[in-house]
């Protein structure tokens, strides 16, 4: 069966970190750019960072630039998002999504295609 499914998420102080996990099953994401969006209540879909296949490039937007890190391990089929000196600005419900290439991501992500489910960052003291 097919899966895609984000994990990872929780609550933590401003200052911490959490690693989020975009991991698919059923299908490989080889092939595929990989980004990262968040959405937070009344707010719409932003996007966060985008990696492409091979070769890799990562990109981010100006907000999480230096404290974001998007990585890929296509052996276990997962992309990952290292988010270090969270702020309380960063707390959202996080997706992955898959696309051919990251030319939109910053935009929100209309052209990527096959999300996983959400998985809710808060960053509170």
């Known amino acids: 069966q097919v899966q895609f499914v984000e994990s990872g998420g929780g609550l933590v102080q401003p200052g911490g970190s959490l690693r989020l996990s975009c991991g698919a099953s059923?299908?490989?994401?080889?092939?595929?750019?990989i980004g990262w969006f968040r959405q937070a209540p009344g707010k719409e879909r932003e996007g966060v960072s985008c990696?492409?296949?091979?070769?890799?490039?990562?990109y981010y937007v100006d907000s999480v630039k230096g404290r974001f890190t998007i990585s890929r391990n296509n052996a276990k089929n997962t992309v990952y998002l290292q988010m270090n000196s969270l702020k309380p600005e960063d707390t959202a419900v996080y997706f992955c999504a898959t696309a051919s290439l990251c030319s939109d991501y910053a935009r929100g992500g209309d052209k990527f295609k096959y999300w996983g489910q959400g998985t809710q960052v808060t960053v509170s003291s």
């Open positions: 059923g299908f490989t994401l080889d092939y595929y750019a």
């Open positions: 990696i492409t296949s091979s070769p890799t490039w990562s």
